[in-house]
């Protein structure tokens, strides 16, 4: 198969994240099985999801895990010109569907090089590691990595995480964590706003906390500019309570999100945050003694991704992509959580991040290509008999 019809069978599988993605993950490891390679399915505990990995090439130490995700965000809600769960070809240099750009065209890349991968004396090997679920956390990738360390004797070394990046290496992201804060109070008459606790004016209070929380993030000088903007962000993106104009609001939920930049501890805002709810718990509870504040995680923190501009893997990028121009990025991955599992990690792949999550979604063909002949020298890197010991 060509890259274009692997990533048209890809795009075909309407997987969205938080849903089964066993449809698509068993057509790949199908898909790879073919070439004589065994595939490893880490299933959740339904059984319902499961990511896959896989070796190819020797059992030795050292070698480059190749990571990518199944699952795509919804369309619902968005107008697109084509089925966005077909792969469209308009003509016009580019290739339209649900996930073309994030990120199953790096997917068609990877399961395109496989004819070249088995049929080549690698010296170290390349590992595929396809998670599930990425989309609305990254929940998955912690479970695939660690199973994938503990299934192999030898041990891995790098990894390269094929987010859109337009090629571009990326060494750097913010971590990201969701969270929902409820506050209930006490119903009641709005004529009796001082006698009653409103949980609508405290959770605004919260809100403007996390708002000035942030403004002195800004103003301590911790900052990295590398990141747009420069410094650790809090948001809050849903606020839902109350029944009426004139009825006091007993609960009240928000959900707010912290971007954190690698050298701030996000642990530590969230605990200032939450010794705060402690203290207006105490200040309000003489009013109302069932009065309560609880915040909680949407998903687990996924890690801030920080990799030396002169590490091994840079290095190792800059020998097979002609793109040399280093950066780094807005949105978070699972760069951070294999980096911080102990692999060397980079973020490159074909596509556009500014084609992600929207209608008419795209990717290039030209991208595809080109990130083909990215595999293809890394093939020839590993396979050459003066293959650096380093890899």
Not at 107 to 117: D, G, I, Q, V
Not at 214 to 227: A, C, H, I, P, Q
Not at 361 to 370: R, T, V
């Amino acid at each position: 198969m060509t890259t274009e019809t692997i990533l048209s069978k890809l795009v075909a599988f309407p997987v969205l994240g938080g849903e089964s993605n066993l449809s698509i993950i068993h057509w790949i490891k199908d898909y790879i099985e073919d070439f004589g390679i065994t595939c490893t399915l880490v299933p959740n505990k339904e059984g319902t999801k499961a990511s896959l990995h896989c070796r190819i090439g020797p059992s030795v130490d050292g070698g480059i895990i190749l990571s990518g995700h199944t699952d795509v965000v919804p369309v619902k809600g968005q107008h697109w010109d084509t089925d966005p769960f077909i792969l469209t070809d308009k003509g016009d240099g580019k290739l339209y569907g649900r996930g073309a750009c994030d990120m199953k065209g790096f997917l068609a890349c990877c399961l395109n090089a496989l004819p070249s991968l088995v049929n080549v004396n690698l010296k170290k090997p390349i590992y595929f590691a396809f998670s599930y679920d990425e989309e609305i956390g990254c929940l998955s990738a912690p479970e695939l990595i660690e199973h994938l360390k503990g299934h192999y004797p030898e041990t891995p070394k790098y990894a390269i995480i094929g987010e859109p990046s337009l090629l571009q290496p990326i060494i750097g992201h913010k971590g990201i964590c969701l969270y929902t804060t409820t506050v209930n109070g006490s119903a009641g008459h709005s004529s009796r706003i001082l006698q009653e606790v409103s949980a609508i004016n405290e959770a605004a209070r919260l809100v403007l906390w996390l708002e000035n929380k942030m403004k002195l993030l800004v103003d301590s000088g911790n900052t990295d500019e590398r990141f747009s903007p420069p410094h650790s962000s809090l948001h809050t993106g849903i606020i839902h309570g109350g029944i009426a104009a004139n009825v006091i609001a007993d609960t009240v939920y928000f959900s707010w999100d912290a971007r954190m930049i690698p050298s701030d501890n996000l642990s530590e805002i969230v605990k200032e945050f939450e010794q705060h709810c402690e203290k207006r718990m105490c200040e309000l509870r003489p009013i109302f003694p069932e009065f309560t504040i609880d915040t909680t995680e949407i998903h687990p923190p996924v890690a801030p991704f920080d990799s030396d501009v002169n590490s091994a893997i840079v290095k190792l990028m800059a020998q097979i992509n002609e793109n040399k121009n280093i950066a780094t990025v807005a949105y978070a991955s699972e760069a951070g959580q294999f980096n911080e599992a102990g692999f060397q990690s980079i973020i490159c792949g074909p596509g556009s991040i500014e084609q992600a999550h929207r209608a008419n979604e795209f990717i290039a063909k030209d991208e595809l290509k080109d990130y083909c002949k990215i595999l293809e020298k890394l093939v020839k890197l590993l396979s050459s008999e003066k293959v650096n010991k380093a890899f």
